[in-house]
């Protein structure tokens, strides 16, 4: 069973740079790898998503423009460069990974395995 390992979260100011990275161990990711976020009290919402040739990239429009999704296969890792941070991108962020298609890569029911989170702290 894969397991998936979050890191590269922290504390930075607006208009800062972060870049997440998200290890799979114990076996490889499935067709697509997300990224997904939670702030408190708030749902978990999508963020970006690519499947295993990154061919096929979503967005979610808070991300779009700031945010970006990569994968490096032979890591085993998938990163999500965020630029020009905002503080209600204040959340805990998570790596999932699952099969899905089109608009259904949205939604986080359709990823089976998800790492512990890495949380983001942007101050205004």
């Known amino acids: 069973q894969v397991q998936l390992v979050e890191s590269g979260g922290g504390s930075v100011q607006a208009g800062d740079s972060l870049r997440l990275s998200c290890a799979a161990s114990g076996g490889t990711f499935n067709q697509y790898v997300g990224w997904f976020r939670q702030a408190p009290g708030k749902e978990r919402e999508f963020i970006a998503t690519?499947?295993?040739?990154?061919?096929?990239?979503y967005y979610a429009d808070s991300a779009k423009g700031r945010f970006t999704i990569s994968r490096d296969n032979a890591k085993n890792t998938v990163y999500l460069q965020m630029n020009s941070l905002k503080s209600e991108d204040t959340a805990k962020y998570y790596c999932?990974?699952?099969?899905?298609?089109?608009?259904?890569?949205?939604?986080?029911?359709?990823?089976?395995?998800w790492g512990q989170g890495t949380q983001v702290t942007v101050s205004s």
């Open positions: 690519t499947n295993w040739n990154s061919v096929y990239t």
């Open positions: 999932a990974t699952g099969y899905c298609a089109n608009s259904g890569c949205f939604d986080k029911r359709r990823y089976d395995y």
